[in-house]
């Protein structure tokens, strides 16, 4: 018996030597330490021995198993080693290659439009000023002559939040309070740019958020012929030197007196098409001199200060620079929308 277990183990271990993969690898286990191998048959025939034999063979016949797994063990990390050599030597990664071009993105059609609006209006000294898009009732409202229950607020439907007295901007106006408290008693030229939000139904003409650029100037001697030259020049920037201005009498709560904006059509020159509804102009901010009132809110002494106001819409004015018939694709993210604004 102790013969056939030496001629076992040499016999196993032959084999072993010439296992070069895996599926072979485990083929040697299966028949040379399973269940039904002959080493196991063995070890369970050794009941059967004589007495005086039994504690030899199995003694025998175990150290035969532990020797055979610690070679099989052993099998296995050296077919390891083979794999990863092999790996390193036929996978080697060609350094020389050239690199794969990465396609660049590029701004959103909106941020470019509010980049030319800063640049714009840096030209004439504005700062950027950004404000926060969730606001308090207070600063949207209040502060800009329009307390709780006040009619005027009809004109901006309205994003509330679950917490009380908060809710989304629905204009970039309340940052006028916030700077002029911020910067109080200093001149102020600034421009405030960002997200507004309204509770309106979406169309191809509306959507409930949109960007704004709000701006406000303070100091001591500013008068609506400002408000007008900065109107007309940032047109003439932005659509063309040859544009016209018309300014129109109209309310705000918070500027006194108020006028809407407006220039000549830039896809009709004035004579009238569907684009400004066959009125020749086109409808460019909202705006006024700044109400005492708010002044006051904001730090300064009507009396001594003055200053206008103004907010005008960003997507609107580029749908009619570029033709685009849908406010929505603003916000789809359609590939195909956003690659022409390269
Ligand atoms: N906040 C106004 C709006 O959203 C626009 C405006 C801004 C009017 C500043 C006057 C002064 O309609």
Partial sequence: ML??????????????????????LDQWRVTHLGKKSALNQVLRSVGQLPKEERPIVGQRGNEVKLALEAAYEQR???????????ALAEESVDVTLPGRPVSLGRLHPSTQALREIYAIFAAMGFQVYTAPEVETDELNFGLLNMPPHHPARDMWDTFYTTRPGVLLRTHTS??????????????????????????????????????????LAVGRHITLTDLKGTMA???????????????????????????????DCIICGGAGCRVCKYTGWLEIAGAGMVHPQVLRNGGYDPSVYSGFAFGMGVERPMMLKHNIDDIRYFYSNDIRFLQQFG
Wanted: proline share 6%.
């Fill in 3 to 24: 013969d056939r277990l030496r001629e076992l183990q040499e016999q196993a271990l032959r084999e072993l030597e010439q296992v070069t993969d895996k599926q072979a």
């Fill in 76 to 86: 296995v990390q050296v077919l390891k080693a083979q794999e990863m050599a092999r």
């Fill in 174 to 215: 309340p940052g006028q309070i916030r700077v002029m408290r911020e910067r109080c008693p200093e001149p102020i030229r600034v421009i405030l740019p960002g997200k507004c939000y309204r509770y309106e139904q979406i169309t191809a003409r509306s959507e409930h958020q949109f960007y704004q650029v709000e701006g």
């Fill in 233 to 263: 020049e940032y047109a003439r920037r932005a659509f063309g030197a040859e544009r016209k201005m018309r300014f129109r009498g109209s309310y705000f709560p918070f500027t006194e007196p108020s006028v809407e904006v407006d220039m």
